[in-house]
């Protein structure tokens, strides 16, 4: 009958919107994204500016559908928006929230989803100083594919945590490996950060001449001013006075 038909009709409004919703949701997070994928040094204020928006566009949508989706794009970017404002504490609760939508929801659930969860909370607690708490949730990631832009994005956290820790030949060994299997399509900024990271590591391990050979290529973390190319800087006075 028609009330049949009404009930149809709003069900079908209903997902209507949900699929709107949640291709919203997924475009503001891929924007995110690509603002500071292909970077060396992300313009922060407008980053948090451009968040900011979009996490109020997705919680009055979230509230409008109820959608698990919508609500898995939206703790990405106050995770991500917390961790910009250097609030790790804060960005550690959201990552908290993020991994239980995805564990909860049949909807959002994916190995890959997961391991990604997994990479964030990582870094959070990476930025926070809790190095062997780190490295002990990145070794929890089973799905990630070997030389992949996700395994590589992966081990550079894992090359990160090793510095950190003062284990200069582990992280000499890591960077091998990494070396040996960058695939052609990785992105110029960190095929330069894993060379930075290399030159870092011979500078630790006191070998001057091939952290120099290595600073002296024209690196696309030069173009980072303010950033990348202040830390290439540091590093050559540092090479300079060790080998006067």
Same mark, same amino acid.
């Given at each position: ?87 790790? $504490? !804060?960005?550690?609760? %959201?990552?908290?929230? @993020?991994? #239980? =939508?995805? *564990? +909860? /929801? ?58 950190? $820790? !003062?284990?200069?030949? %582990?992280?000499?060994? @890591?960077? #091998? =490996?990494? *070396? +040996? /299997? ?63």
């Amino acid at each position: 009958g028609e009330k049949e038909i009404d009930k149809a009709k709003k069900e079908i409004a209903h997902y209507t919107k949900c699929e709107q919703a949640v291709r919203r949701a997924s475009e503001l997070y891929y924007r995110t994204l690509a603002r500071k994928k292909f970077s060396a040094n992300p313009d922060i204020p407008s980053l948090q500016k451009f968040l900011r928006s979009g996490i109020k566009e997705l919680q009055a949508l979230h509230k409008q559908t109820r959608s698990a989706e919508v609500l898995y794009f939206l703790k990405y970017l106050e995770m991500d928006f917390h961790q910009n404002e250097k609030k790790f $504490q !804060k960005a550690k609760d %959201k990552c908290i929230e @993020l991994m #239980d =939508v995805i *564990l +909860k /929801n049949v909807s959002v659930y994916t190995h890959k989803r997961f391991d990604y969860a997994l990479g964030n909370y990582v870094q959070c607690q990476i930025y926070d100083g809790r190095y062997s708490t780190a490295l002990k949730f990145l070794l929890k990631q089973k799905y990630i594919l070997p030389y992949s832009t996700d395994w590589y994005e992966s081990r550079e956290m894992e090359l990160r945590i090793l510095f950190y $820790q !003062k284990k200069f030949t %582990k992280a000499k060994a @890591l960077l #091998d =490996v990494m *070396l +040996k /299997n960058i695939p052609d399509d990785m992105e110029p900024v960190r095929k330069a950060r894993i060379q930075f990271f290399l030159a870092c590591v011979w500078f630790m391990l006191r070998d001057f001449k091939k952290a120099q050979s290595i600073l002296n290529v024209n690196s696309e973390l030069f173009k980072d001013k303010s950033g990348w190319a202040v830390s290439i800087r540091m590093l050559e006075l540092m090479l300079l006075a060790e080998q006067h």
